[in-house]
Each structure stands twice: as C-alpha cells, then as structure tokens.
C-alpha cells in the first residue's frame, strides 16, 4: 500500500522509478589493447634506411650494405622531436622493401652488421629502444613482409624461415611494443638475390598471417597489430592523413569481388575512410602521412615540409574524427631531423597544448534532459569534465535523442568543441548538434555525423557565448558519453597563399588581412625588409618562392613555400589534345587510353636538369604511371632517352614525382612514356614539366 503511493507520487512528480539496469554495451568492442592504442593519440613513424643514401622512395635490394654510414645518427634527437610535437610514440621502419635491416639479424646478411656504422657493431633498433625508454615514449616496429633482396622471397620458406624469424628476434629484442606494423606494399620486381626479376605473390594466402599473428600474440601481447584489413588497426585508405567527416571504429573488410572491380580499384581502401556502421569487427584507423612529400628523406624536398598549421588541419581530420594519426618523419643522411622539421614539430606541439590546456566547460553548470535512473552518482554530467574517457553521463534506454545544456555562467570564447564516447560500450551516436545561445535564442553552429572515441569540432570563426546546448539527433540506443569540452586555439597570422598563372605570372594572398606581404624569389628565409609583395611578377624559368605575411607589429606568419618548373606559357603538347597535362592546374588531367606518350615542344632549347610527373589527383589510377622512360629530342623526331625507372608508391602516396637527370641534357622536345601503370591503358597526367636551374 505505501509502496505503491510513493512509486505514484514520484511519476507524478516527474521522475523515474524504474531502476535502470547497467547499460548494455552496443555492437562490437574493442579490446584492452585497441583501448591503449586508441589513447596513443599521436604517433610518428621513422623512415631511415638504405633510400635515404640512394635517394628514393623504394629501394630495388641490390643497394650495398656500404653506402649505410650515418656520421650522427641520434635516436634521441629523433624521439625526442617526436616527443615535442605532442606525440606519444614511433614506429621504427626496422625494414623497408629493399630487405635491409636495421639490426644485427641472424636470418640474412643483408643487415648493419656489414655496414661501416659502428664498425658493423650497430644497431640502430637497441638505440630507439633505450631512446624511447629515456623519454617515455611508446615503441612500434614495422618490418616489411615483401622483400626485395631476398631471394627466398616468394617461396614458402621466406616466410618460416626468413620474416617470421626477424619479427621473432625484433619482439624478443627490442619490447615493449604497442603496435607491430605490417604494410600492404607485396609483390613485384626486385634483386630476388641477384636475379632480378618481377615475383608475385598471393597476397591472402602467401605470409599465412594467422600463424604471424599467433607469433605477435605470444610474444607481444600488447601490441595492437596493424595491416591494411587489420586485425587490432585498419589502414585508413590513404596516406594523406585524414579520416572520414562520417567515421566508424567498426569495420567489415572485403576484398573487391573478382570482375567487379571499379576502375579505380580501391574497393577496400575507400572503405577504411569511413569504416562500417554495425561492422563485424572493431577495427579502428589509422591516418599515416608523412611530414615531409615523401616517406625518406630528400633533400629536394627540403622547404616543402607541411607547416605547423598543415598538421594543426591534419590532427583535427584524423584525431578529431576519432582515429590516430601516424606521422612520418625522415632523418637526413647524418642520422637526425632536420632543423626545419624539428621546428614544425615543435610549433605543431605548442599549438596543440595551448589549445587543450583550458576546458572552458569544467566548472560549467550541466542540465541534461535525462540521466539514466536517475543516478547522478553513476550517469551524471560530472564525468564529462573528469577527463576520463571512461566515465559517463547515460540516459535511460528508451532515451535515444536527450540534449544537455551547458551553462558557462559568464560569457566564454571557444571555436574548438570535444566530445567522446566511452567506447568500452561501443560506437553509439549516429548524429549530434550543437548549439550557442546567441542574441536570446538557440543558434546551431555544427552537426556530426558520428562521435566514437574522439570528435573534435574546429570552427573557422569564434564563438563567444554564456550557454551552449548538445543534442543528440540520432541513436540507435541510450547514449554513453566520457567528456565534452570547449577549447580556444590561439590566434594565428595566416600564411600567404603564393600561385603562378599560365602567363609565368606570380601572385601572393592571404586569406585574411594583413599589414603587409614579404617575400624571396633565391631560397633565403623572408623576413621584414624582404621585397614587399605589391603586384603580379614574372617567373618564366623555375625557382622558389618563400612569402610571410607580417601583422601590423611585424610579427610574422609562418614561412609559405613554392618551388616552380619552368615556365609553360610558351609549350606546345604535340600529338594531340593534352592540354591539361601543362595547364598548370593540378585539377585538371589528361587521360589518353590508345597511347602511352606524352610529348612537349618547349618553344626553345633549354638545358634541362630534371622532370616532373603529377599523377592524376582526383583518387582514379587508371593510366597512372609507375614504369616510365623519358626521352629527349632537339627536332621532334630523333630521341635519346635519358631517364627510366620507377614511381615508387605513387599509388598510395600520388604526389609530384621529379626525376633528377644523371646529367643536364640541351633539348626543346621531350617525351614521358608510360612502361607500367597502376591500373588501365594508355597513361593519364595532371601535370608534366621540366626543371632548368
Ligand atoms: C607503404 C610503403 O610502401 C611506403 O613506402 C611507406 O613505408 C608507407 C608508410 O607504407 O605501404
């Protein structure tokens, strides 16, 4: 009788009698070793090895042991880089596709131990080891299963005998590991042990992973394992460093049907941006990109490193939408990263941790439409400033949409918003929004399609308001939410923005107001009494433009970049319509499917000393180039061919490829031809040229 009168004036009152029961968990979860990892955040992923002495991207396996001979190498300037951009841990390429290791292998002589570092005492593994130990960092390494040196490769045996064996010795070595980093680069031509031949592998069946797998188990149990299909870690489908704006942890990997392959070929890939809703498997991403063009260093490509701002834009694409980003630096042939790269990994970290440092939401008052059972103690809104991501404000189960208004009490400025899931119960919310209580009314200023372990929102504008409002727009289920947080990045000067039309005109601009614009045209760094940028000049042969843009105080912005070829004003495409291909517009492309030419009238002799290829940019392979020779003429009619070789992970990594000559060669015509391509017939471009100085 008093039973039954309390449970009525309490529905009367508003509230919730039913005892709520714990929240089920939705879907797939991840494991305690995905959970470690997904709290990585942010780790870099170091390329040194033979292609940084040859000067490549994919060393062939024939390079000698030799020519590996770093004067400085320095494991701790390199983590400790890392460690100042905010990140939490490396991945050591221990062996890249040419088969040469980094360490002192028992399974081949292709290894340190016959190089002169160190006497062949070396052994750059054990130094990132007590590096990262030093600095607390967290240790991966990636030993590439396809191998281009060993002439076991292809066989059974190669397996069992050579890469199982150095993944052993490096578990056994060189732990604790985090992740154990398995590319998806298989199969082709190589030096095989001297026979120099193109092997094919089945990819699915070939390494027997389940068994690899059993080995990284058993010997690191920590490390989360990452492949293009997993298992702990997926490939996120590019090397551009950025997740889908839609992105789900959980993922149902297919390989393409046989015959249904759409032309561009990258089924699976597409797939790993965005991930599966209700996928089979907890299979998070993994956005890798590298700090500078190309994974190794070159020195070409000194001053074209991303800038701060660059991975600022990076971190909120990756990190931001819930998954890792996975940075690659490049140590020169000393051994070290470079002074320009330490500084941008620096700026990158300090931008960061002043964004984060003050949640402009903790203290806030919390009204939540629902609280699950009522249960302040268990589900209330004070977990979401406690800065655990497992901790959580839940609602009841038929509550599938609640909102949650945060009152900040006094007016506050933020554009950036964070909001994570406790993914211990899976990946819930479908949809939110969020509100500012602008000029007496609710205002909506963002939408996500998707939350998971991380979503940052990064506004382009401030905000400055007392009150912001959440709301939950679509769940298949009761929400389980860690945190939520406002933050305010600090104010930036805009870089200028520097472009060449089709006349060689060169203009600079920012895009936002600044007191002035200076710049160089001979490689030195801009400072306040460079040239000012006033109006359009002429550049008609190659060079490199750097600009900053100056507040009203001369404080600087960061340093804008350029590098040009010659001028294409005056070239003619012979042959037929190619035009796209020296329009000097990357968004454009030629795609000829009946010829593999592409053939320029320079206008005049010139004495050339490299040549550019653009692939295509808009994610198609077909007529992508990745064997090539290149020839030249001084009549359109006799060719000398002066180049061929290889576009090493164009496929992954599409970027301008240049192509230094052995030596400078006087020519007006010159001829790409495509020997192999990535996919389709012909040979397809965004942009082909030359360099002269
Ligand atoms: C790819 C490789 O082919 C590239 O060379 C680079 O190592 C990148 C991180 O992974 O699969």
Same mark, same amino acid.
């Given at each position: 009788?008093?039973?039954?009168?309390?449970?009525?004036?309490?529905?009367?009152?508003?509230?919730?009698?039913?005892?709520?029961?714990?929240?089920?968990?939705?879907?797939?979860?991840?494991?305690?070793?995905?959970?470690?990892?997904?709290?990585?955040?942010?780790?870099?992923?170091?390329?040194?090895?033979?292609?940084?002495?040859?000067?490549?991207?994919?060393? /062939?396996?024939?390079?000698?042991?030799?020519?590996?001979?770093?004067?400085?190498?320095?494991?701790?300037?390199?983590?400790?880089?890392?460690?100042?951009?905010?990140?939490?841990?490396?991945?050591?390429?221990?062996?890249?596709?040419? %088969?040469?290791? +980094?360490?002192?292998?028992?399974?081949?002589?292709?290894?340190?131990?016959?190089?002169?570092?160190?006497?062949?005492?070396?052994?750059?593994?054990?130094?990132?080891?007590?590096?990262?130990?030093?600095?607390?960092?967290?240790?991966?390494?990636?030993?590439?299963?396809?191998?281009?040196?060993?002439?076991?490769?292809?066989?059974?045996?190669?397996?069992?005998?050579? /890469?199982?064996? &150095?993944?052993?010795?490096?578990?056994?070595?060189?732990?604790?590991?985090?992740?154990?980093?398995?590319?998806?680069?298989?199969?082709?031509?190589?030096?095989?042990?001297?026979?120099?031949?193109?092997?094919?592998?089945?990819?699915?069946?070939?390494?027997?992973?389940?068994?690899?797998?059993?080995?990284?188990?058993?010997?690191?149990?920590?490390?989360?394992?990452?492949?293009?299909?997993?298992?702990?870690?997926?490939?996120?489908?590019?090397?551009?460093?950025?997740?889908?704006?839609?992105?789900?942890?959980?993922?149902?990997?297919?390989?393409?049907?046989?015959? #249904?392959?759409?032309?561009? %070929?990258?089924?699976?890939?597409?797939?790993?941006?965005?991930?599966?809703?209700?996928?089979?498997?907890?299979?998070?991403?993994?956005?890798?990109?590298?700090?500078?063009?190309?994974?190794?260093?070159?020195?070409?490509?000194?001053?074209?490193?991303?800038?701060?701002?660059?991975?600022?834009?990076?971190?909120?694409?990756?990190?931001?939408?819930?998954?890792?980003?996975?940075?690659?630096?490049?140590?020169?042939?000393?051994?070290?990263?470079? %002074?320009?790269?330490?500084?941008?990994?620096?700026?990158?970290?300090?931008?960061?941790?002043?964004?984060?440092?003050?949640?402009?939401?903790?203290?806030?008052?919390?009204?939540?439409?629902?609280?699950?059972?009522?249960?302040?103690?268990?589900?209330?809104?004070?977990?979401?400033?406690?800065?655990?991501?497992?901790?959580?404000?839940?609602?009841?189960?038929?509550?599938?949409?609640?909102?949650?208004?945060?009152?900040?009490?006094?007016?506050?400025?933020?554009?950036?918003?964070?909001?994570?899931?406790?993914?211990? +119960?899976?990946?819930?919310?479908?949809?939110?929004?969020?509100?500012?209580?602008?000029?007496?009314?609710? #205002?909506?200023?963002?939408?996500?399609?998707?939350?998971?372990?991380?979503?940052?929102?990064?506004?382009?504008?401030?905000?400055?308001?007392?009150?912001?409002?959440?709301?939950?727009?679509?769940?298949?289920?009761?929400?389980?939410?860690?945190?939520?947080?406002?933050?305010?990045?600090?104010?930036?000067?805009?870089?200028?923005?520097?472009?060449?039309?089709?006349?060689?005109?060169?203009?600079?601009?920012?895009?936002?107001?600044?007191?002035?614009?200076?710049?160089?045209?001979?490689?030195?760094?801009?400072?306040?009494?460079? !040239?000012?940028?006033?109006?359009?000049?002429?550049?008609?042969?190659?060079?490199?433009?750097?600009?900053?843009?100056?507040?009203?105080?001369?404080?600087?912005?960061?340093?804008?970049? &350029?590098?040009?070829?010659?001028?294409?004003?005056?070239?003619?495409?012979?042959?037929?319509?190619?035009?796209?291909?020296?329009?000097?517009?990357?968004?454009?492309?030629?795609?000829? $499917?009946?010829?593999?030419?592409?053939?320029?009238? $320079?206008?005049?002799?010139?004495?050339?000393?490299?040549?550019?290829?653009?692939?295509?940019?808009?994610? &198609?392979?077909?007529?992508?180039?990745?064997?090539?020779?290149?020839?030249?003429?001084?009549?359109?009619?006799?060719?000398?061919?002066?180049?061929?070789?290889?576009?090493?992970?164009?496929?992954?990594? !599409?970027?301008?490829? $240049?192509?230094?000559? #052995?030596?400078?060669? #006087?020519?007006?015509?010159?001829? $790409?031809?495509?020997?192999?391509?990535?996919?389709?017939?012909?040979?397809?471009?965004?942009?082909?040229?030359?360099?002269?100085?």
């Amino acid at each position: 009788m008093r039973k039954s009168f309390i449970a009525i004036a309490l529905v009367a009152a508003g509230l919730n009698v039913s005892a709520q029961s714990a929240l089920k968990p939705y879907g797939v979860l991840p494991s305690q070793r995905q959970l470690n990892w997904q709290e990585t955040d942010m780790y870099c992923i170091v390329h040194f090895s033979m292609a940084t002495y040859t000067d490549k991207e994919w060393g /062939y396996g024939d390079e000698e042991p030799g020519i590996f001979n770093p004067q400085s190498f320095s494991a701790m300037q390199i983590v400790g880089a890392a460690k100042a951009g905010g990140f939490k841990g490396i991945v050591v390429v221990a062996k890249h596709h040419d %088969g040469f290791c +980094l360490w002192p292998t028992k399974t081949t002589d292709h290894n340190i131990s016959k190089s002169p570092y160190k006497n062949g005492k070396g052994d750059i593994l054990k130094e990132y080891q007590l590096a990262c130990q030093k600095l607390g960092m967290k240790m991966a390494v990636y030993c590439s299963p396809w191998d281009r040196n060993n002439a076991l490769y292809g066989k059974p045996e190669y397996v069992t005998k050579v /890469y199982r064996e &150095q993944l052993k010795e490096l578990y056994s070595n060189y732990g604790p590991l985090f992740m154990s980093w398995h590319d998806g680069a298989n199969g082709g031509d190589g030096y095989y042990g001297g026979t120099r031949e193109a092997r094919k592998i089945d990819r699915s069946t070939y390494y027997g992973w389940d068994t690899t797998w059993g080995i990284t188990r058993k010997m690191q149990p920590g490390a989360s394992i990452f492949g293009d299909v997993g298992p702990d870690v997926r490939w996120v489908g590019n090397e551009e460093g950025h997740a889908g704006e839609t992105y789900w942890a959980t993922y149902t990997p297919h390989a393409p049907e046989e015959g #249904k392959v759409p032309a561009n %070929g990258f089924v699976k890939d597409y797939e790993g941006t965005e991930g599966t809703r209700k996928g089979k498997f907890w299979m998070p991403a993994e956005c890798d990109v590298p700090l500078r063009r190309g994974w190794f260093y070159h020195q070409s490509q000194d001053g074209q490193s991303k800038s701060a701002y660059n991975l600022v834009d990076l971190y909120y694409k990756s990190v931001g939408r819930g998954a890792c980003l996975d940075l690659g630096l490049s140590p020169d042939k000393d051994g070290v990263i470079t %002074g320009e790269d330490v500084n941008i990994l620096k700026q990158f970290g300090g931008i960061l941790k002043q964004t984060f440092a003050v949640n402009l939401a903790k203290g806030a008052y919390f009204k939540a439409s629902n609280i699950r059972g009522n249960n302040s103690a268990k589900y209330g809104t004070a977990f979401l400033t406690d800065y655990s991501r497992y901790t959580y404000w839940a609602t009841n189960d038929k509550v599938t949409k609640p909102t949650l208004e945060v009152d900040l009490h006094s007016a506050k400025t933020f554009n950036v918003i964070r909001m994570r899931e406790n993914i211990k +119960l899976g990946q819930r919310i479908e949809g939110a929004a969020f509100d500012a209580w602008i000029d007496g009314a609710w #205002k909506e200023i963002a939408t996500v399609p998707s939350v998971g372990a991380n979503r940052l929102v990064r506004l382009p504008y401030n905000i400055t308001t007392s009150k912001v409002r959440l709301r939950i727009t679509k769940s298949p289920v009761a929400v389980a939410i860690s945190d939520f947080g406002l933050f305010k990045e600090p104010v930036h000067l805009v870089a200028p923005i520097i472009l060449r039309n089709k006349l060689g005109e060169v203009s600079i601009t920012t895009e936002a107001p600044v007191g002035s614009i200076r710049y160089t045209t001979d490689g030195t760094q801009p400072t306040a009494s460079s !040239p000012a940028f006033i109006k359009p000049f002429m550049l008609a042969d190659d060079g490199e433009i750097k600009a900053i843009s100056l507040d009203g105080n001369n404080k600087p912005s960061e340093v804008s970049t &350029q590098a040009f070829g010659l001028s294409k004003s005056k070239w003619q495409v012979i042959g037929d319509d190619a035009k796209k291909a020296i329009d000097d517009d990357a968004n454009t492309f030629v795609a000829k $499917l009946t010829s593999s030419e592409l053939v320029v009238d $320079l206008g005049a002799d010139y004495t050339i000393k490299a040549f550019t290829y653009l692939p295509r940019q808009d994610k &198609q392979t077909d007529g992508m180039v990745s064997g090539y020779s290149w020839a030249v003429s001084n009549d359109g009619a006799t060719w000398q061919t002066v180049a061929d070789g290889e576009f090493s992970n164009i496929k992954s990594n !599409p970027i301008e490829q $240049l192509v230094p000559l #052995k030596a400078a060669v #006087k020519a007006r015509y010159f001829k $790409l031809t495509a020997l192999k391509l990535i996919s389709g017939t012909g040979i397809s471009a965004a942009e082909i040229g030359v360099q002269v100085k």
